[in-house]
């Protein structure tokens, strides 16, 4: 059974820093990354990773955002720094391996002084 438990979020002020992890288990998977999604908004792309270590990133990363992958572990990290109030959403660990893909239950990011 797959299962992506996330950790990490929390509040923090506006240029502050926060590490994200999602551990996974279950399977071996070629993509894990991090998706977000803000109140009235659709869920969208913050970073992935895949296995060998290629990386892509939502535009609105702008360097902030640095994702890295321990595959020992079965685990992806987001460090994000200078963060702004527009990073306020729920951010989802997604793990990928051929057609399936698979989702954490998400955790709370808050950016406000």
């Known amino acids: 059974q797959v299962q992506l438990v996330e950790s990490g979020g929390g509040l923090v002020q506006p240029g502050g820093s926060l590490r994200l992890s999602c551990a996974a288990s279950?399977?071996?998977?070629?993509?894990m990354g991090w998706y977000r999604q803000a109140p009235g908004k659709q869920r969208e792309l913050v970073a992935n990773?895949?296995?060998?270590?290629?990386?892509n990133y939502g535009d609105f990363v702008k360097g902030r955002f640095t994702i890295s992958r321990d595959n020992a572990k079965s685990t992806v990290y987001l460090q994000m720094n200078n963060l702004k109030p527009d990073d306020t959403a729920v951010y989802y660990c997604?793990?990928?391996?051929?057609?399936?893909?698979?989702w954490g239950q998400g955790t709370q990011v808050t950016v406000s002084s």
């Open positions: 990773i895949i296995s060998g270590g290629s990386t």
């Open positions: 997604n793990a990928r391996m051929g057609m399936s893909s698979y």
């Open positions: 279950g399977s071996i998977f070629t993509i």
